[in-house]
Protein backbone atom coordinates (compact mmCIF):
# COMPACT_ATOMS: atom_id res chain seq x y z
CA UNK A 1 0.00 0.00 0.00
CA UNK A 2 1.46 3.59 -0.93
CA UNK A 3 1.41 6.13 1.67
CA UNK A 4 -0.33 9.63 0.69
CA UNK A 5 1.63 12.17 0.47
CA UNK A 6 0.40 15.76 -0.03
CA UNK A 7 0.50 16.69 -3.53
CA UNK A 8 -0.22 20.23 -5.13
CA UNK A 9 -3.98 19.70 -6.40
CA UNK A 10 -4.62 18.63 -2.50
CA UNK A 11 -2.71 21.98 -0.84
CA UNK A 12 -4.68 24.17 -3.22
CA UNK A 13 -7.99 22.41 -2.16
CA UNK A 14 -7.11 23.02 1.44
CA UNK A 15 -6.23 26.80 1.11
CA UNK A 16 -9.23 26.80 -0.84
CA UNK A 17 -11.49 25.84 2.03
CA UNK A 18 -9.57 28.32 4.29
CA UNK A 19 -10.08 31.40 2.16
CA UNK A 20 -11.08 32.05 -1.37
CA UNK A 21 -8.74 34.95 -1.63
CA UNK A 22 -5.38 33.40 -2.35
CA UNK A 23 -3.55 35.99 0.43
CA UNK A 24 -5.92 35.54 3.17
CA UNK A 25 -5.93 31.78 2.22
CA UNK A 26 -2.25 31.55 2.89
CA UNK A 27 -2.50 33.24 6.38
CA UNK A 28 -5.19 31.36 7.16
CA UNK A 29 -2.91 28.22 6.55
CA UNK A 30 -0.06 29.83 8.47
CA UNK A 31 -2.31 30.72 11.70
CA UNK A 32 -3.53 26.78 11.16
CA UNK A 33 -0.01 26.03 11.22
CA UNK A 34 1.08 27.64 14.03
CA UNK A 35 -1.27 26.89 16.01
CA UNK A 36 -1.31 23.26 15.60
CA UNK A 37 2.77 23.58 16.30
CA UNK A 38 1.68 25.55 19.85
CA UNK A 39 -0.98 22.48 20.57
CA UNK A 40 2.47 19.83 20.13
CA UNK A 41 4.45 22.05 22.29
CA UNK A 42 1.93 22.72 25.00
CA UNK A 43 1.27 18.74 25.04
CA UNK A 44 5.39 18.45 25.75
CA UNK A 45 6.05 17.15 21.90
CA UNK A 46 10.00 17.67 20.91
CA UNK A 47 8.60 17.78 17.17
CA UNK A 48 5.92 19.93 17.20
CA UNK A 49 6.30 21.34 13.76
CA UNK A 50 6.49 17.82 12.28
CA UNK A 51 3.38 16.52 13.69
CA UNK A 52 1.64 20.10 12.51
CA UNK A 53 2.63 19.07 9.28
CA UNK A 54 1.43 15.74 9.29
CA UNK A 55 -1.98 17.15 10.99
CA UNK A 56 -1.85 19.58 7.77
CA UNK A 57 -1.14 17.03 5.53
CA UNK A 58 -4.24 14.48 6.57
CA UNK A 59 -6.78 17.43 6.75
CA UNK A 60 -5.90 18.21 3.00
CA UNK A 61 -6.25 14.14 2.09
CA UNK A 62 -9.57 14.20 3.97
CA UNK A 63 -10.41 17.15 1.30
CA UNK A 64 -9.21 15.53 -1.66
CA UNK A 65 -10.89 12.29 -0.49
CA UNK A 66 -14.10 14.76 -0.84
CA UNK A 67 -15.15 14.25 3.25
CA UNK A 68 -17.46 16.86 4.20
CA UNK A 69 -15.89 19.11 6.65
CA UNK A 70 -17.57 22.43 8.31
CA UNK A 71 -14.67 24.40 10.24
CA UNK A 72 -11.67 23.22 8.95
CA UNK A 73 -9.71 24.82 12.17
CA UNK A 74 -11.77 22.58 14.04
CA UNK A 75 -11.32 19.17 12.12
CA UNK A 76 -8.02 19.85 11.78
CA UNK A 77 -7.78 19.93 15.84
CA UNK A 78 -9.99 16.50 15.86
CA UNK A 79 -7.02 15.02 13.38
CA UNK A 80 -4.19 16.41 15.64
CA UNK A 81 -5.29 14.34 18.73
CA UNK A 82 -5.00 11.39 16.81
CA UNK A 83 -1.55 12.45 15.82
CA UNK A 84 -0.74 12.86 19.31
CA UNK A 85 -2.05 9.71 20.08
CA UNK A 86 -0.31 8.13 17.50
CA UNK A 87 3.05 9.92 18.62
CA UNK A 88 2.44 8.90 22.64
CA UNK A 89 2.18 5.18 21.63
CA UNK A 90 4.85 5.04 19.25
CA UNK A 91 7.75 3.56 21.55
CA UNK A 92 10.66 4.15 19.26
CA UNK A 93 9.64 7.91 19.32
CA UNK A 94 10.98 7.91 22.96
CA UNK A 95 14.51 6.23 22.51
CA UNK A 96 14.90 8.29 19.67
CA UNK A 97 14.09 11.68 21.59
CA UNK A 98 17.33 11.30 23.52
CA UNK A 99 19.78 11.66 20.60
CA UNK A 100 17.63 13.27 17.93
CA UNK A 101 15.70 15.99 20.08
CA UNK A 102 16.97 18.91 16.10
CA UNK A 103 17.10 18.31 13.14
CA UNK A 104 21.21 16.53 11.82
CA UNK A 105 22.00 20.45 11.49
CA UNK A 106 20.68 22.74 14.08
CA UNK A 107 19.17 25.54 13.86
CA UNK A 108 22.21 27.24 14.96
CA UNK A 109 25.07 25.35 13.13
CA UNK A 110 25.86 22.48 15.37
CA UNK A 111 26.40 19.27 13.87
CA UNK A 112 24.72 16.16 14.47
CA UNK A 113 28.30 14.70 15.94
CA UNK A 114 28.71 17.56 18.10
CA UNK A 115 24.83 17.13 19.70
CA UNK A 116 25.52 13.75 20.34
CA UNK A 117 29.18 14.55 22.12
CA UNK A 118 27.61 16.56 24.36
CA UNK A 119 24.22 14.20 25.21
CA UNK A 120 27.06 11.60 25.81
CA UNK A 121 28.46 13.73 28.34
CA UNK A 122 25.15 15.04 29.89
CA UNK A 123 24.13 11.44 30.67
CA UNK A 124 27.49 10.81 32.18
CA UNK A 125 26.77 12.82 34.33
CA UNK A 126 23.75 12.19 36.03
CA UNK A 127 23.59 9.44 38.75
CA UNK A 128 23.32 6.09 38.03
CA UNK A 129 19.86 5.89 38.94
CA UNK A 130 18.96 8.69 36.48
CA UNK A 131 20.60 7.14 33.56
CA UNK A 132 18.64 3.54 34.55
CA UNK A 133 15.72 5.49 34.82
CA UNK A 134 15.84 7.16 31.58
CA UNK A 135 16.70 4.36 29.97
CA UNK A 136 14.35 2.06 31.12
CA UNK A 137 11.79 5.18 30.53
CA UNK A 138 12.58 5.02 26.83
CA UNK A 139 13.08 1.20 25.96
CA UNK A 140 9.89 -0.44 28.30
CA UNK A 141 6.06 -0.17 26.97
CA UNK A 142 3.93 1.65 29.64
CA UNK A 143 3.41 -2.29 30.91
CA UNK A 144 6.85 -2.19 32.41
CA UNK A 145 6.82 1.78 33.19
CA UNK A 146 4.41 0.90 35.32
CA UNK A 147 6.19 -1.62 37.04
CA UNK A 148 9.58 0.27 37.21
CA UNK A 149 7.60 2.52 39.03
CA UNK A 150 5.65 0.32 41.50
CA UNK A 151 8.86 -1.15 42.40
CA UNK A 152 10.26 2.47 43.17
CA UNK A 153 7.13 3.31 45.38
CA UNK A 154 5.74 5.75 43.09
CA UNK A 155 2.76 6.59 41.17
CA UNK A 156 2.64 6.29 37.22
CA UNK A 157 2.21 9.85 37.41
CA UNK A 158 5.40 10.19 39.60
CA UNK A 159 7.42 8.18 37.49
CA UNK A 160 7.09 10.34 34.38
CA UNK A 161 7.45 13.47 36.65
CA UNK A 162 10.59 12.02 37.60
CA UNK A 163 11.39 11.11 34.10
CA UNK A 164 10.31 14.56 32.40
CA UNK A 165 12.73 16.58 35.21
CA UNK A 166 15.58 14.49 33.90
CA UNK A 167 15.08 14.71 30.81
CA UNK A 168 14.63 18.73 30.67
CA UNK A 169 17.90 18.81 32.83
CA UNK A 170 19.61 16.71 29.94
CA UNK A 171 18.18 19.17 27.50
CA UNK A 172 19.27 22.11 29.23
CA UNK A 173 22.73 20.56 29.49
CA UNK A 174 22.97 19.42 26.41
CA UNK A 175 22.29 23.10 25.31
CA UNK A 176 24.64 24.45 27.30
CA UNK A 177 27.48 21.97 25.94
CA UNK A 178 26.58 22.94 22.53
CA UNK A 179 26.82 27.04 23.36
CA UNK A 180 30.05 26.00 24.83
CA UNK A 181 31.43 24.47 21.73
CA UNK A 182 30.49 26.88 19.74
CA UNK A 183 33.08 29.75 21.81
Known amino acids: MKIWELNEEAF ?12 LAGESYERLRAGLIYFFERKGCLIPAELADETVNRTAR ?7 IGDIFKFSYGVAKYVLLEYWHDHRREWEQLTEQLPIQGHNGESEE ?16 EQDLIIKNCTLDNKGK ?22 ARLYECRENCIRELEQ
Not at 114 to 129: F, G, T
Not at 146 to 167: H, K, Y
Open 114 to 129: QRLECMKKCLQALSSE
Open 62 to 68: KIEEGQE
Open 12 to 23: IQLLARLNSDPE
Open 146 to 167: LEVALALGLTINAFRLRVFRIR
